[in-house]
């Protein structure tokens, strides 16, 4: 079945808490979990309806590939063959362009035996789409336990040798959904060091220390104490837009927690992969009106993007994102959302 036009599945778990999900770019349009005095509310931001996002903002809840984040001069090389990709960032590609993962429709089966908690979609993205090599059939499957976990699992095979990073991009406020701005989110995050970037938030190839720096979030503390701090890679990236290098040896391992103070809402982020996109919504402007008629303005919300590094095609000191004919790409992310009374 070719769908024409976004669909809404409802996930639900024994507490009747809720995750939504459209057909339209794998996306999630809410996920609905309790305060600390049992008030539910959504935490994410998106759209009513949706059909709303077919012109709405791109990735909201998306998910993304076939590459998440930045390529360099929109192009990279396997072997001596150079691949060109579209410049939707200035000079560089961002999330694959307007034919990556986040603007297409999947194939929807819900698991047969456990369909009220289950959805899987696929995808096949024919050789050369978007610019990459390699007809390539990719899974992602949701899971919402009853723990509150929303687990994410990610799998692909290709037929060339191809480049793969796909991650998950809901915008999370805890608080309420994106009525208000995050600077008051505590936030932990298990990396020691970032990929620092230039101008155009393209790594430069170093790995930043965080110790003493703003990027220092290996203890626990509020999103927007050091936001506005006189440090170069903030002013490069308006904010945190960086790719934190998780302490992970490939396993899954927590990679961050954040806690809302007056909901009492916490959300963990638990992955296997190597690296993680810490995004403080710099760059949502109010001209955004999803849930409720809420105008979504600067700073009402923050990503966990866990992933590869960006640019890592153009790096060869990165970790390699190379899939190769015969192997299949696998990645699980989980976030869990509780609350401390």
């Known amino acids: 079945m070719?769908?024409?036009k976004p669909i809404c599945y409802t996930l639900e778990n024994k507490s009747g808490n809720l995750v939504k999900i459209t057909?339209?770019?794998?996306?999630?349009?809410?996920?609905?979990?309790?305060?600390k005095d049992g008030k539910k509310g959504n935490i994410v931001l998106g759209y009513d309806n949706p059909e709303e996002y077919l012109s709405g903002d791109a990735f909201f809840g998306a998910t993304v590939g076939r590459y998440a984040n930045r390529i360099a001069k929109a192009s990279f090389k396997i072997d001596d063959k150079t691949y060109f990709l579209q410049k939707n960032d200035g000079e560089n590609n961002l999330h694959s362009g307007e034919n990556g993962f986040h603007n297409v429709f999947w194939q929807v089966k819900q698991d047969i035996q456990d369909k009220k908690n289950k959805l899987l979609l696929s995808y096949i993205s024919e050789d050369m789409e978007g610019g990459f090599p390699g007809k390539l059939k990719v899974e992602v499957h949701?899971?919402?336990?009853?723990?509150?976990?929303?687990?994410i699992d990610y799998k692909a095979t290709t037929d060339k040798t191809t480049v793969i990073n796909m991650t998950h991009h809901s915008y999370f406020n805890l608080k309420d959904g994106g009525k208000s701005n995050i600077l008051q989110h505590i936030a932990q995050i298990n990396a020691d060091s970032i990929t620092a970037v230039n101008k155009n938030l393209i790594p430069t190839g170093e790995f930043m220390d965080v110790s003493e720096t703003p990027f220092d979030f290996r203890t626990p503390k509020s999103i927007g104490r050091d936001i506005n701090m006189d440090h170069e890679q903030l002013k490069l990236g308006r904010g945190y837009?960086?790719?934190f290098i998780l302490n992970n040896d490939g396993n899954l391992q927590k990679a961050a927690e954040?806690?809302?103070?007056?909901?009492?809402?916490i959300m963990e982020v638990i992955t296997d992969q190597a690296g993680m996109q810490f995004y403080?919504?710099?760059?949502?402007?109010?001209?955004e009106i999803g849930h409720d008629q809420t105008k979504y303005t600067y700073r009402s919300a923050f990503c966990c993007e866990t992933q590869h590094y960006p640019d890592a095609p153009n790096q060869p000191h990165f970790p390699s994102t190379l899939l190769n004919p015969g192997e299949v790409y696998k990645h699980k992310t989980i976030y869990k959302f509780s609350i401390k009374k």
């Open 241 to 243: 837009d960086h790719n």
């Open 258 to 265: 954040i806690f809302e103070p007056e909901t009492g809402r």
């Open 23 to 35: 057909n339209f770019g794998a996306k999630v349009m809410s996920i609905i979990v309790p305060d």
């Open 280 to 287: 403080t919504g710099n760059w949502i402007d109010g001209s």
């Open 142 to 151: 949701y899971q919402w336990t009853d723990n509150n976990e929303l687990i």
């Open 2 to 4: 070719h769908y024409t």
